[in-house]
């Protein structure tokens, strides 16, 4: 019986080693596996984050683009608009007043002009009158 029981304490003595063997074995590949996992996550991510940005980039350089031909044009259309409204409201009320100026200053040259003629008109008469007058004298004080 001793040696049967010797015999039955080394198989579970060697059962106990293979079970304690096997469980190392299981640790070790559940630790690969977490690794495994781990690595996975971080390459799934590294990926994502490669992807979102580059379709962020994309999306960014398609608004350059989009902002260049539409926006940039119709920023200067607008510009343009509101120049021409600027000159419309300011600039035509200004060049009118401007001409009625010139018109107002023609009319006082025109009208100095003719009051000019008409004052050498007068001083001319003024003249045959007195020439007039002188001759009548003349001939008054000689008769």
Excluded: C
Aim: no cysteine; net charge positive.
């Amino acid at each position: 019986k001793t040696g049967q029981r010797m015999s039955v304490e080394r198989a579970t003595k060697r059962a106990q080693q293979e079970a304690d063997k096997q469980e190392k074995k299981l640790r070790e590949a559940q630790q690969k596996q977490k690794e495994w996992e781990k690595n996975m996550v971080a390459e799934t991510v590294d990926k994502l984050r490669g992807e979102t940005l580059r379709q962020l980039n994309e999306a960014i350089n398609m608004l350059d683009i989009y902002t260049k031909e539409t926006v940039k044009p119709t920023f200067t259309e607008q510009a343009h608009l509101l120049k021409a409204a600027i000159d419309e409201k300011l600039l035509e009320p200004l060049n009118a007043e401007v001409a009625q100026k010139q018109s107002i200053q023609k009319l006082l040259q025109e009208g100095e002009a003719a009051i000019n003629a008409k004052r050498a008109s007068l001083e001319q008469g003024l003249k045959d009158i007195q020439d007039v007058q002188r001759m009548t004298l003349k001939r008054l004080h000689a008769a």
